[in-house]
């Protein structure tokens, strides 16, 4: 069982004694206790696959009632909910551990001139997050934080003049940037590095960097407002293969699903095999650094319940993607008191120079998928597809989910 554990059991053992601490913390919540009554000593890796996992709501309901605070400085809170949630609220101490990131994982250094293009405020961490690594490299930093439509073509020019070395955001967000640079023909020869989080890192950036930044390679982070960073990669490692870092212990569980337990005495939420919703593996990694890898692949809740039928919202994005002409898709769900009465797929058109023929793969679409075609049998037309120039994102987060869901009137 230990072998399903990013850390053998000479490491990770004699430092279980903070997940005993956060396993204390969590039998102190009310609505938690019964469900940890039976676990009371996890001195070894067996046991603590024992333990029952953690759930969002389950870490909700114990933050309500811990509302940790930090040792030293301030504590910021964060929002803690995803793309199209509501916000949650999440805890850590200024410099958001940074620290230790930083101490296994230096993507900037002194020369770079780096933006950090996360939007920035409205309970979302990232922003600040990548400004404690900047801080800690050295670097100079321009936050630039969210930017309009509107305003793309005289901010690249401003990058390009400063010869901007770096740039970090969601996948969603650097994908508007390159695809304007690209629409616009404007080129950042300067620029060499892509930090990201928070997202899948999307194909499409490759083919709009080849062309814009030739020179820039991906340096991803994967993790949460939950566990904040918990691996890192580098431009040797695939994008969906991350390096766990020390004071993190991944575990995948025999269906693939991966969860997260802290091993940093200074983490404020109680994460103890917390599950992102995230499936995984542990594996090699093609860079050749030893020791267990974290593959992603890919989130267990991309399949939506429409009128009893399970919609695979990924593999339905997947195919609108293929289509010449959509830079990417996203499936809007539109329900009324919990049934399903729509789905929409939204074309993103932006800076591909074709237009997709929406209704031919609108019929292709409904066509090929059962759940569609059976589910909307006797109203078809509660099925559309439609190009856009802007897919809906998260105005706090900056995100762009590949499913939104929508209450209808």
Not at 117 to 132: K, P
Not at 301 to 327: M, T, W
Request: with cysteine; charged share 20%.
């Amino acid at each position: 069982m230990t072998a399903s554990f990013s850390l053998p059991p000479e490491a990770a053992e004699p430092r279980l004694h903070v997940a005993r601490r956060t396993l204390e913390r969590l039998r102190s919540v009310p609505d938690l206790a019964p469900r940890y009554a039976s676990h009371v000593n996890v001195h070894t890796l067996d046991r603590l696959a024992t333990l029952p996992p953690l759930a969002k709501d389950d870490l909700n309901t114990a933050l309500a009632h811990l509302e940790p605070a930090a040792d030293q400085a301030a504590t910021w809170l964060f929002q803690s909910g995803g793309s199209t949630g509501a916000p949650q609220v999440g805890y850590a101490p200024t410099g958001f551990y940074m620290a230790g990131v930083h101490a296994h994982w230096q993507p900037l250094d002194r020369t770079d001139v780096f933006v950090n293009a996360w939007g920035a405020g409205r309970m979302w961490g990232a922003h600040f997050l990548a400004a404690a690594l900047a801080d800690l490299s050295g670097c100079r930093i321009i936050a630039l934080g969210s930017v309009a439509a509107e305003e793309y073509g005289d901010w690249l020019a401003f990058l390009a003049t400063r010869r901007v070395t770096a740039i970090g955001g969601t996948p969603s967000v650097l994908r508007l940037w390159f695809a304007h640079a690209r629409a616009a023909g404007i080129r950042l020869p300067s620029l060499r590095k892509v930090l990201w989080l928070g997202e899948a890192w999307q194909p499409q950036l490759d083919e709009d960097l080849a062309v814009v930044a030739p020179e820039a390679r991906r340096w991803g982070m994967f993790g949460s407002t939950e566990t904040w960073v918990v691996a890192t990669n580098t431009p040797d490692c695939p994008a969906d293969t991350f390096h766990p870092l020390p004071d993190q212990l991944v575990h995948a569980d025999a269906g693939g699903l991966l969860d997260f337990t802290t091993l940093n005495p200074e983490m404020l939420n109680p994460v103890l095999r917390y599950r992102t919703g995230d499936a995984g593996e542990l594996t090699d990694c093609p860079c050749g650094r030893p020791g267990p890898a974290m593959r992603v692949l890919g989130r267990r809740d991309n399949v939506v319940q429409v009128r009893g039928l399970g919609l695979d919202v990924a593999e339905l994005i997947a195919r609108a993607e293929r289509e010449p002409g959509v830079a990417r898709a996203q499936v809007v769900l539109t329900e009324q008191r919990g049934r399903a009465t729509g789905v929409e797929v939204l074309l993103l058109t932006g800076g591909t120079g074709a237009t997709p023929d929406a209704e031919r793969l609108r019929k292709e679409l409904f066509s090929a998928t059962f759940t569609l075609s059976t589910a909307f049998q006797h109203d078809p037309e509660s099925f559309r597809v439609r190009p856009v120039e802007e897919l809906i994102s998260n105005g706090r987060t900056g995100k762009t989910a590949g499913l939104v869901l929508r209450e209808g009137a």
